[in-house]
């Protein structure tokens, strides 16, 4: 449809051309033959009209007033009356007129064409016609034919390489849409899979990134919420099993020492107080344990909430530094505090004091007799900075990455002999966090141990 349309408007345009400079031919002709025509001379309009037929695909007819040929640039209708309905037009009515007819081999009409369409037309000949005026007075016509066939080739060729070129468009178009169907299908498949593989719970299921366009951003987003819910996965799998194993310690140790009670005939008073006494630690481990376990899950589901109002940071670190000093005093440690500035925070004081008091004693614990622990507050731009600083036995730097992992441990052993859970530094990351703080360690093996707590200032 396209095609045919084309080509009827380039045909429409040529065609319409074509009767415009044939025509135009004529009238120059008309006005050429006027002078020559009025003064009978016969000579000089066989010139003319030979010199327009010289190419051999037009010719050229001058008629009298009353249609006689007075010249035929063919000589072959001279003194004849030339009757076809163009010359008769021009010679009546004094207007331009023009028709198309069918020739025979020798090149004479024979009869009109008819031009229903112009991709089908049969014409072969043009015949124009142009009255001649010789002072204002119309005394003749001239008939000019021209051979028009290769116009009608001419289309004929134009439709045949629009409609090669359609097809190659065409064929082109095809191949470039399944080109472009496939780019944009097949990473919607390869995602749409990945979809179903992590819905059956494959969640280290992953998609091939391909370029940068949307459909690879959305397939770099696929793939790191997978990576991010298989490590929360691997996550969760290891809290449950950290936690069960946990619990199931001091459960264990109970279990013992409630058999060896129960199954002991003759037992010593004091014996049977120190099983007592053991038992009593582990329930009170349990239940530091579980009271850690519900604040974690507290904190996860969004449930904690902070009792925010003004506070003084300083006042914190000083009476938490004031709690602790018995406890580093009886095992050796000199505990020392300096106050740079206020630290005037938003934030919840009791959970803040929680957050101090966790990280001094951590420090305490882990720093041997004779050794030192410094707590420092100052200030850096707009955040108040808690520094406690130990000469303790350090955090290995594998283990440095992992001190705030639930349950994680660098020495498992001693750090149940202090009474450590494995969740203090999880609830105080958390504690800071949610106070849009941040905290970190810096370690160096037997050398000591820096904590560094960071908080937003009240802007002033």
């Known amino acids: 449809m396209v095609a045919a ?88 009515g004094g207007e331009d007129d023009y028709g198309f007819y069918n020739a025979d081999d020798t090149g004479a009409i024979v009869s009109p064409a008819a031009l229903n369409s112009l991709t089908g037309v049969q014409a072969m000949t043009g015949l124009y016609a142009s009255p001649i005026y010789y002072d204002a007075e119309l005394i003749g016509a001239v008939i000019y034919i021209s051979q028009a066939q290769e116009i009608y080739e001419n289309l004929r060729t134009l439709r045949g390489q629009t409609l090669l070129w359609m097809l190659l468009v065409a064929a082109a178009a095809l191949i470039i849409s399944m080109f472009v169907v496939r780019t944009i299908t097949r990473p919607i498949g390869e995602l ?74 003759s037992y010593d008073p004091q014996m049977q107080k120190e099983f007592l006494t053991d038992i009593n630690k582990e329930i009170d481990r349990l ?31 000083t009476e938490q530094v004031r709690r602790l000093s018995p406890l580093a005093r009886e095992r050796g440690i000199e505990l020392s505090c300096l106050i740079r500035d206020p630290g005037e925070t938003v934030g919840d004081s009791l959970k803040l004091q929680q957050v101090v008091y966790n990280v001094i004693d951590n420090a305490i614990k882990y720093t041997p007799r004779g050794g030192e622990v410094r707590v420092e507050l100052s200030r850096a731009g707009k955040r108040a900075v808690i520094r406690v600083e130990d000469t303790g036995i350090g955090i290995p730097q594998e283990d440095l990455p992992h ?9 498992k052993a001693r750090s149940r002999e202090t009474g450590g859970t494995g969740l203090g530094l999880s609830i105080v990351r958390q504690i800071v966090l949610l106070h849009n703080g941040d905290i970190h360690a810096e370690s160096e093996e037997n050398k000591g141990t820096v904590f560094i707590i960071e908080l937003p200032l009240i802007a002033k």
Do not use: W
């Not at 009978?40 to 007819?61: I, K, N, T, Y």
């Not at 690879?216 to 991010?228: G, I, K, P, V, W």
């Open 5 to 92: 349309t084309l080509i009827q408007l380039v045909g429409d345009y040529m065609f319409n051309q074509r009767v415009r400079d044939d025509q135009r031919i004529a009238q120059n002709l008309a006005s050429i033959m006027a002078e020559a025509l009025a003064s009978l001379d016969a000579g000089a309009m066989f010139v003319s009209a030979l010199d327009a037929s010289s190419a051999g695909l037009s010719r050229v007819l001058v008629l009298d007033r009353y249609g006689v040929v007075q010249v035929d640039a063919y000589s072959q209708l001279n003194g004849r009356r030339f009757e076809n309905a163009e010359a008769v037009a021009a010679l009546t």
């Open 192 to 265: 749409s899979a990945g979809i179903s593989r992590m819905s059956r719970g494959d969640l280290s299921s992953r998609v091939e990134v391909r370029g940068k366009n949307e459909f690879a951003q959305l397939a770099s987003a696929f793939n790191s919420m997978c990576e991010r819910l298989e490590k929360l996965d691997m996550s969760r799998n290891q809290f449950v099993s950290n936690a069960s194993h946990e619990l199931k310690t001091p459960l264990s140790t109970m279990k013992i020492l409630l058999e060896t009670l129960l199954y002991q005939e």
């Open 287 to 317: 239940n530091r344990i579980v009271s850690d376990l519900l604040t974690l899950v507290n904190i996860d589901s969004g449930g904690m909430r902070l009792n925010a109002v003004d506070i003084r940071l300083r006042d914190v670190v």
């Open 403 to 411: 001190i705030f992992d639930r349950f994680y441990r660098v020495d």
